[in-house]
C-alpha cells in the first residue's frame, strides 16, 4: 500500500488534486463531517465529486466519521454514507470517544454486496471483541440512553469548548488564532509570527499538557505551525483560565 497525501482547504479534502496526484486509486479515506485534525466539514460539491470518481473508477471510500456526535453549531451533517447510491463507501466509526476507550468496540457499515466478503473476512481473523460488551451498547441504544447520553455531553463540551478559547484569547491575546470549528474534541489555534509549534507543543508537553503540533499531522512540514488542545476535561472557566496562566 502506497499512500498519497492530499491537500485539505475550507472545503475539505480537495478531489481534483487527489485525482492528479492518484490517477490509479483504489481508495479514499476522508474525515468529511469533521476533518482530523483541522475540523473542516467536506462541502456538498465535494462529496459528490468525490462520490462521482469512487463510482467511474471502481474506487472505494473509506468514511470515518469521526468526531460527527459531538457538533455545536449548525444542524448535524449527513454522512458521505447517505449519499452513496453506487455501493462504493465503507462507512466505519468508533465507542471509544462517545462513551469510553475500554470498550474498544468500532464497527464498520458495507453495502448490502459486501457483506458476505466482510463476514468471510472477519471470522478468519482473532480479536472480534467481547460478544457481552457488544450485547450491553446495542441494549443502551435500542432503550434511548445512548441518544440521551450524547445530547448531554454535547451540552457539556459546547461549554468546555467555549471555556478553552476565552481563555486562550484571555491569556495569548493576538499571539494565536482560534480556528473556527463547528464540533470535534479539541481546538486548533494556528500561530501567528511563528511556525516553530513542534518546540511549543513539546514545551507545553513538559509543563504537563498534552499539546500536539499541527506540523506532526503532516506528511511534509509546511504551512503555518498550529497547536492542537483537548478540552473535555476543563470543568470551570476559572480552572481553564488558571492551568493556562502557568
Known sequence: MRLEPVPVDEEGLNVASAQQRASNARFAVVTPTHQSPTGVALSLPRRLELLDWASRSNGWII??????EFRYHGRPLPALKSLDRDGRVLYTGTFSKVLFPGLRLAYLVVPASQVATFRTAAQQYPGAGSI????????FMEQGHFTRHLRKMRTLYAQRHQFLIDALSQTLGQRLYVSPQAG???VLAYLNGCNDDQALAAAARGRGFAVHALNDWRMHTAGQGGLLMGFANFKAAEETETLLSR
Open 184 to 186: 470535534g474534541i479539541h
Open 63 to 68: 468514511e470515518d466519521d469521526y468526531d460527527s
Open 132 to 139: 457481552l460488551s457488544q450485547a450491553m451498547v446495542a441494549d
